[in-house]
């Protein structure tokens, strides 16, 4: 069975620093899907990154970076000079290769609120 | 770029009535999620339709149904309210083989 853990429930930071919220998760597939999707006060679910089992580039967009790490299961997530409107729950999620279909369910991680400060 | 609608944005039930979520997936997309989400928890995977067809159930109450019809929109159908009922229920798509969901505003039911 696929989990997702992120360990940091919340974090507070101030503006400008640095901050990673971290996610491992576990599968027994070869082949899967990892996501990482911010949640505003708003409420809405707005995507991220997907990375798949097979790429392990690290990537970098603007202030977000992500670390992947299968040696470890782990892919965490770096915001560089954080700001106030970063302020979000921030969920990692996975999805395992279905049986057949487009049956690629995600699993979350329990989230981590960050609260930035000015 | 158009985005998935869902409708309505709120809404409110009293106990042991019925309610029905619409979900209108990004266009061309043909696969749909829909996904619960409790106060301060994860969403929770319910069900999925690939081609109008349910792909996978998850941890979905018998007094839930769901379908995609033959635009692609999907219905999630909800009788028997219960209190426990009260969440954000979300709806996601995505096209074939692209594993990115793509999430809509989501339904805020309150049930009193």
């Known amino acids: 069975a696929q989990k997702v853990t992120q360990a940091q429930t919340e974090i507070s930071v101030v503006e400008k620093e640095d901050v990673t919220l971290d996610c491992v998760y576990e599968t027994r597939d070869t082949t899967y899907y990892l996501f990482w999707y911010k949640q505003p006060p708003s409420g809405e679910l707005v995507f991220l990154i997907r990375?798949?089992?097979?790429?392990?580039q690290n990537e970098i967009s603007g202030r977000y970076s992500w670390n992947f790490q299968k040696s470890t299961s782990s892919f965490n997530f770096t915001i560089t000079a954080s700001q106030v409107v970063d302020s979000a729950v921030y969920f990692c999620a996975l999805s395992e290769a279905g049986s057949g279909g487009s049956n690629y369910k995600l699993t979350f991680g329990k989230g981590t609120l960050l609260t930035v400060n000015p | 770029a158009a985005g998935v609608i869902q409708s309505p944005r709120h809404l409110i039930k009293e106990k042991r009535e019925t309610a029905t979520l619409k979900c209108y997936p990004i266009p061309r997309h043909d696969t749909v999620y829909w996904y619960q989400q409790g106060p301060g928890q994860d969403p929770q995977f319910l069900i999925s339709f690939y081609e109008k067809m349910q792909s996978d159930k998850g941890s979905i109450p018998d007094r839930f149904s769901a379908q995609q019809f033959s635009d692609y929109h999907s219905e999630l159908n909800m009788s028997s309210l219960e209190l426990g009922d009260s969440a954000l229920y979300f709806c996601?798509?995505?096209?074939?083989?692209?594993?990115?969901?793509?999430f809509g505003p989501g339904t805020r039911l309150t049930v009193t």
């Open positions: 990375r798949n089992s097979f790429d392990e």
């Open positions: 996601a798509s995505s096209y074939g083989t692209s594993y990115e969901q793509y």
